[in-house]
């Protein structure tokens, strides 16, 4: 399978939303758990010649829809 | 002769009177003083203490997650060990770890120190202008002061929890479609030495191309793209690591702060308190003083 996202994004967002995949398709209980540990606020600024640019969320809130768990 | 003797009287009482109004007053005062002083720090005691009762019951979990995240860290450098640069890196990127929140002793300033120092190294000398990126408000501020050309890149709202992988993805992530060039990356953060302390620590983290050219690398005969995974991969690896052992330093930093403030909070209401009541005496003991001299003098 030739790989296209290469071009698209790096391997650590390709990584991240495998891992979002995986998480949403868990059971219940293990769902919860492995939840906590993706959970991410991160915000950050580019800064050029000493000033800071704006501040932007790296995942904007988004409507959270319970994700569908296996039956 | 007793002319003298009660002139010398009456100007002892008018002096004791003199100085005993004013001084009734000011002793009053002060007692006011001492009592407001002796509630507040009661209260910063208290604020400190529970704080410092928060910061262990942290400290416990975060030194959990960072011996389980340590081993990522371990296992990245095991790639770096086997393949060794030839040249020395002439473009590095500083990645600073730090936090946001305060109150936790010289976590923030001991980060930007050491790489203000790394900077201005002589004997492994650096770019001026090498880009820095920061994590964490509090070093931001401090690097913006010293070094303010050089930020390229900042992040916050890490290090509130324990940190997590997709926070080292994020940054990574962020790192590589900044577009910034670099030879290798220098990783600076608190190295968890004990409980009480911790010391500001370098690692350095190899780029995709210093993998290609290092001759050891060759021997695993990688292709291209998966080499650049690699370096991408072994970059959030190695941020994962450092945040969150720089997340235990905080924790125990802050813990060791709060409780130094406590003793010394402690320690002022002593004193405040051995000052207030020796006050408190000494206005009775004049307020008697005054009553009896005025009895005697009827």
Same mark, same amino acid.
């Given at each position: 399978?030739?790989?296209?996202?290469?071009?698209?994004?790096?391997?650590?967002?390709?990584?991240?939303?495998?891992?979002?995949?995986?998480?949403?398709?868990?059971?219940?209980?293990?769902?919860?758990?492995?939840?906590?540990?993706?959970?991410?606020?991160?915000?950050?600024?580019?800064?050029?010649?000493?000033?800071?640019?704006?501040?932007?969320?790296?995942?904007?809130?988004?409507?959270?829809?319970?994700?569908?768990?296996?039956? | 002769?007793?002319?003298?003797?009660?002139?010398?009287?009456?100007?002892?009482?008018?002096?004791?009177?003199?100085?005993?109004?004013?001084?009734?007053?000011?002793?009053?005062?002060?007692?006011?003083?001492?009592?407001?002083?002796?509630?507040?720090?009661?209260?910063? @005691?208290?604020?400190?203490?529970?704080?410092?009762?928060?910061?262990?019951?942290?400290?416990?979990?975060?030194?959990?997650?960072?011996?389980?995240?340590?081993?990522?860290?371990?296992?990245?450098?095991?790639?770096?060990?086997?393949?060794? +640069?030839?040249?020395?890196?002439?473009?590095?990127?500083?990645?600073?770890?730090?936090?946001?929140?305060?109150?936790?002793?010289?976590?923030?300033?001991?980060?930007?120190?050491?790489?203000?120092?790394?900077?201005?190294?002589?004997?492994?000398?650096?770019?001026?202008?090498?880009?820095?990126?920061?994590?964490?408000?509090? =070093?931001?501020?401090?690097?913006?002061?010293?070094?303010?050309?050089?930020?390229?890149?900042?992040?916050?709202?890490?290090?509130?929890?324990?940190?997590?992988?997709?926070?080292?993805?994020?940054?990574?992530?962020?790192?590589?479609?900044?577009?910034?060039?670099?030879?290798?990356?220098?990783?600076?953060?608190?190295?968890?030495? =004990?409980?009480? +302390?911790?010391?500001?620590?370098?690692?350095?983290?190899?780029?995709?191309?210093?993998?290609?050219?290092?001759?050891?690398?060759?021997?695993?005969?990688?292709?291209?793209?998966?080499?650049?995974?690699?370096?991408?991969?072994?970059?959030?690896?190695?941020?994962?690591?450092?945040?969150? @052992?720089?997340?235990?330093?905080?924790?125990?930093?802050?813990?060791?702060?709060?409780?130094?403030? +406590?003793?010394?909070?402690?320690?002022?209401?002593?004193?405040?308190?051995?000052?207030?009541?020796?006050?408190?005496?000494?206005?009775?003991?004049?307020?008697?003083?005054?009553?009896?001299?005025?009895?005697?003098?009827?």
């Amino acid at each position: 399978m030739s790989t296209t996202w290469r071009g698209v994004f790096t391997y650590n967002k390709y990584a991240q939303i495998t891992a979002r995949a995986v998480r949403q398709s868990m059971k219940e209980m293990e769902r919860l758990g492995a939840e906590r540990r993706g959970v991410t606020a991160l915000r950050y600024q580019k800064w050029e010649n000493g000033v800071g640019g704006n501040q932007e969320y790296l995942n904007p809130e988004e409507d959270k829809a319970p994700g569908k768990p296996c039956v | 002769m007793f002319a003298r003797q009660s002139v010398a009287r009456l100007a002892a009482q008018q002096a004791h009177r003199h100085g005993a109004a004013p001084q009734n007053a000011r002793n009053m005062a002060t007692l006011r003083e001492i009592e407001l002083r002796l509630k507040s720090v009661r209260n910063i @005691e208290k604020i400190t203490k529970s704080m410092k009762m928060i910061a262990s019951t942290k400290l416990a979990k975060a030194q959990r997650a960072m011996i389980a995240g340590k081993q990522y860290g371990i296992a990245n450098s095991e790639i770096f060990d086997h393949t060794p +640069s030839e040249t020395p890196a002439k473009r590095k990127l500083f990645i600073v770890v730090s936090s946001d929140k305060g109150l936790c002793g010289g976590i923030h300033s001991s980060v930007s120190k050491a790489t203000r120092r790394a900077i201005a190294d002589t004997e492994n000398p650096v770019d001026a202008d090498s880009p820095i990126m920061v994590i964490g408000d509090k =070093s931001k501020a401090q690097l913006a002061r010293a070094l303010g050309k050089n930020l390229t890149l900042t992040f916050n709202q890490i290090g509130r929890d324990i940190p997590t992988f997709a926070d080292a993805a994020g940054v990574a992530d962020l790192i590589v479609k900044s577009g910034v060039e670099y030879d290798s990356i220098a990783l600076v953060y608190n190295k968890f030495v =004990s409980a009480i +302390s911790y010391e500001a620590g370098i690692v350095e983290v190899a780029n995709e191309n210093t993998f290609k050219e290092s001759p050891g690398f060759r021997a695993y005969e990688m292709e291209d793209d998966v080499t650049k995974d690699l370096a991408e991969f072994s970059l959030a690896n190695a941020i994962y690591a450092a945040l969150v @052992e720089a997340h235990a330093c905080e924790q125990s930093a802050r813990r060791n702060a709060m409780d130094n403030a +406590s003793k010394n909070a402690k320690d002022m209401i002593g004193t405040l308190t051995m000052q207030y009541n020796r006050g408190r005496q000494a206005a009775i003991t004049n307020e008697l003083v005054d009553i009896i001299t005025g009895a005697s003098a009827l």
